[in-house]
């Protein structure tokens, strides 16, 4: 499931779960609405921009978000296109039409890209969604329907994690970072993007368009959202020390996954999430 799934499961209406998983953090009016879920980031993560040419061979592409916000909408039909080419001197593009796919369930990929294009383009003009709607593309549903678009037509333009775009060695595209450089999501991009992120005074942290020669710019977290309260007091307590582990000891697992370790900082603010948890009216966290 996507992170449409696990925003809901944790503000959802009679949501019975103990926690919800995403990509990006609650919207300023969700976070409003329901004060009692907290942001534990547990893990840096990223987007990657994956294409299927066959006629290109092993070439990377590059592109700026401009061009890119012009493919997604369909502004830009065809992947030899002369602004496609600017970016991609000396490469021999094919006259293949371009087929953008984006995500039809509610997705937190979705959401930093739409972030991403928001921050950096002049030619995107929508704000940030977890429910995006590309007029000339074709929606699929989560990661495997793009996996399988990509597969099955050649000329694709989609995203995927990437943590799945580098396990499955998937053509990505280099994009232009705030520094003028064109960086792929690589653990080395997403650890930079994060050092420098925004935060936040709630730790709805943001590390989209982060500064920096090496920053990948389509980088956030992948968010715990945990209730603040609750009574089942056992519950309570192995979900905190859970949680503590995966913030601390943890994290030790994350680049063999493709994640990014969390920034330290970010750590040790997490420790003050995981303190203020309660389990009816003693402290969650305790050992």
């Given at each position: 499931a996507g992170s449409g799934a696990g925003v809901k499961a944790a503000i959802g209406f009679g949501s019975t779960a103990d926690f919800g998983v995403s990509d990006s953090p609650l919207s300023d009016t969700d976070s409003a609405e329901h004060r009692d879920v907290v942001h534990l980031p547990a893990a840096v993560e990223a987007i990657a921009l994956v294409y299927s040419l066959a006629g290109l061979g092993p070439t990377r592409l590059q592109a700026t978000p401009d061009v890119v916000a012009d493919m997604l909408a369909g502004s830009i039909l065809w992947w030899d296109d002369r602004l496609v080419a600017a970016d991609n001197p000396g490469v021999k593009l094919p006259h293949v039409a371009v087929r953008p796919a984006y995500r039809g369930d509610q997705s937190g990929s979705s959401y930093l890209l739409s972030e991403w294009l928001?921050?950096?383009?002049?030619?995107?003009?929508?704000?940030?969604?977890?429910s995006l709607v590309l007029p000339?593309?074709?929606a699929v549903m989560q990661e495997?329907?793009?996996?399988?678009?990509?597969?099955?037509?050649?000329?694709t333009l989609g995203y995927v994690s990437a943590v799945t775009a580098n396990a499955r060695h998937l053509p990505t595209i280099a994009v232009r970072n705030a520094a003028g450089r064109f960086v792929t999501p690589t653990l080395e991009g997403m650890r930079a993007a994060a050092a420098t992120a925004d935060l936040g005074g709630d730790l709805r942290a943001h590390a989209v368009a982060a500064p920096g020669d090496l920053a990948y710019p389509i980088c956030s977290f992948t968010f715990v959202l945990l209730h603040a309260e609750g009574g089942n007091a056992p519950a309570r307590r192995?979900?905190?020390?859970?949680?503590?582990?995966?913030?601390?000891?943890?994290?030790?697992?994350?680049?063999?996954?493709?994640?990014?370790?969390?920034?330290g900082e970010l750590q040790v603010r997490g420790e003050g999430v995981l303190h203020s948890l309660r389990a009816g009216s003693d402290p969650a966290l305790v050992w």
């Open positions: 928001s921050k950096t383009s002049k030619k995107w003009h929508d704000p940030p969604t977890r000339a593309g074709l495997d329907g793009m996996l399988q678009r990509l597969a099955a037509s050649d000329g192995a979900l905190a020390r859970f949680f503590w582990w995966a913030t601390h000891d943890g994290q030790a697992f994350a680049p063999p996954l493709g994640f990014g370790a969390l920034p």
